[in-house]
């Protein structure tokens, strides 16, 4: 009995340890140096952007952004286990957001999950939301996006030597693996009304899924399928993204102030070539060529 | 609400899910849990141990352990069923374990002499069990019972790791489209709750019928 409970206050303590590191104090050395690199040449706002009284000034005070995020998402925001280091795109963007508001890349990431994003902003619990969170009209009466800062699409994975499925059409009447809580859900329901949607917490379950034949096809970010097609020679992705999916950073609902500042650092980010060398680090390490061009800001409905 | 109203044909079709969730699982636990509880109350210690490990085993494991390592477990030797099929078994087999726990105590609540009486008479362990030990102990364990019976209503929520579309699933794909969390998950809550309730009337008419005054 003694023994476990020494085993359940060890196993506390090291939980303790990973939450501590969430919070990323930006310990020289201690970040890959890519990372370090890119948020060496991240802008920093000018004291005059910081209105008195504005969500920005109370970060600054706070010294830390609270980031609304996934810890489990491969090449966007990602835990690594061995540094405890959130790593990817949105994580990038995230601290570079945070050196933008505080001077230096000091996050706080609240694991948020799409149930709760909107409430989490709305009751202040985080101030900023980086998490594939697609713009939509919907959405934006919960909540205030800026952006877009990436755009995105849907892509279908199948086991190699599938045969039938060319496109998203042909997936009416089969069943289909998607992540819970994605914008595959609703997708799939557009183009393949009849298609069967099997659904499961991550993206490594949803792989074994495919992999166990639970269903024929497995309907998920084109980058994020890339990334699997690219670890496991069993999978292949098959035709081009049927979607495009616009994600914005999310906001507390008619904070038009912040808003307004977070587009002009995104605006920055993009012309200094941050936003560029955030991709190439992340989801660049899959996707074959140059960074693409980023979505116009306040391009689409809702931002 | 109107979201609620919207997605309603959605929400029943989930929640008739959850109902056989419900229904398929307990009357699982309830014939698991009456054996693993005579398992444990026999005379013969190796059937004893048995029961023990038992309860031990599922009452320390995680349900959502459970369910992902038998639905993706299994397989890789060979064992395969549906998801609904997996869920279904998964949560009878973990429930079994507190409703044998449940049950020990009610047995042990009957008086020994009841037990000795049995076997003086020249009932078998099993004819005691049946007709004597059992029908007195189940009347002191209505309660206990219907409170296990809503915590495995509350616990079916977690099949939609395993991709079973049951209420709570259905209640985050609405919420996908709509982003109304509040309306949707209270709604699906009172759901939940009304279920529990029902379960919570019924044990308390149920208790006062059976009493028995000592």
């Known amino acids: 009995m003694r023994k476990m409970a020494a085993v359940v206050a060890l196993s506390l303590l090291g939980l303790a340890a990973c939450a501590g590191n969430e919070s990323s104090p930006a310990v020289p050395g201690a970040a890959k140096p890519a990372g370090d690199d890119l948020l060496s040449k991240a802008p920093v706002a000018d004291a005059a952007a910081i209105l008195p009284g504005s969500t920005m000034e109370k970060i600054k005070k706070r010294g830390e952004l609270i980031v609304g995020g996934s810890l489990d998402a491969p090449l966007l925001s990602q835990q690594n286990p061995v540094s405890g280091q959130v790593e990817g795109f949105d994580a990038d963007m995230g601290k570079a957001l945070a050196k933008y508001i505080i001077g230096e890349p000091k996050v706080k990431i609240v694991n948020s999950a799409s149930e709760t994003r909107e409430a989490l902003l709305g009751n202040g619990t985080v101030d900023v939301v980086f998490q594939t969170y697609t713009i939509t009209p919907e959405r934006a009466k919960q909540v205030a996006f800026a952006g877009p800062y990436y755009t995105s699409g849907l892509s279908i994975a199948v086991k190699k030597g599938t045969a039938g499925i060319a496109g998203p059409e042909d997936l009416n009447g089969k069943k289909v693996i998607a992540g819970a809580n994605t914008p595959a859900i609703p997708a799939i329901k557009k183009v393949a009304p009849q298609a069967e949607i099997v659904t499961f917490a991550s993206d490594p379950e949803a792989m074994q899924a495919l992999k166990q034949d639970r269903g024929v096809a497995y309907v998920q970010d084109e980058t994020l399928l890339a990334a699997n097609a690219q670890k496991d020679p069993s999978i292949e992705v098959v035709g081009n993204p049927f979607t495009q999916d616009p994600y914005g950073i999310g906001l507390k609902h008619g904070d038009e102030q912040f808003k307004t500042f977070v587009n002009d650092w995104l605006k920055k980010m993009q012309d200094a070539g941050v936003w560029q060398q955030a991709w190439k680090n992340s989801l660049g390490t899959v996707v074959k060529g140059e960074a693409p061009t980023p979505p116009q800001i306040g391009s689409v409905p809702g931002s | ?214």
């Open chain 2, 1 to 214: 609400m109107s979201v609620l109203l919207e997605h309603l044909p959605e929400l029943w079709q989930g929640l008739l899910v959850t109902f056989q969730l419900i229904a398929a699982s307990f009357a699982l636990a309830a014939v698991l849990g009456v054996v693993v509880t005579a398992m444990r109350v026999s005379p013969v210690p190796v059937l004893r141990a048995l029961g023990t490990a038992y309860v031990e085993t599922f009452q320390n494991l995680p349900l959502l352990v459970l369910l992902v390592l038998a639905f993706f477990g299994l397989p890789e030797i060979g064992i395969k069923a549906s998801a609904l099929v997996t869920a279904i078994v998964v949560i009878g087999v973990y429930q079994a374990a507190y409703v044998a726990e449940a049950l020990r105590s009610g047995v042990n609540s009957v008086g020994q002499g009841q037990g000795e009486a049995a076997r003086a008479l020249g009932l078998t362990f099993t004819q005691s069990l049946r007709l004597v030990i059992l029908p007195q102990a189940l009347r002191t364990v209505v309660q206990p019972l219907g409170n296990v019976f809503i915590a495995l209503t509350m616990n079916t929520a977690l099949a939609g790791a395993i991709s079973v579309v049951d209420l709570t699933a259905v209640a985050n794909r609405v919420n996908l489209v709509e982003a109304q969390p509040i309306a949707i998950f209270v709604g699906a809550g009172l759901a939940y709750a009304a279920v529990a309730a029902v379960v919570g009337f019924a044990t308390t008419r149920l208790e006062r019928r059976l009493v028995m005054v000592r």
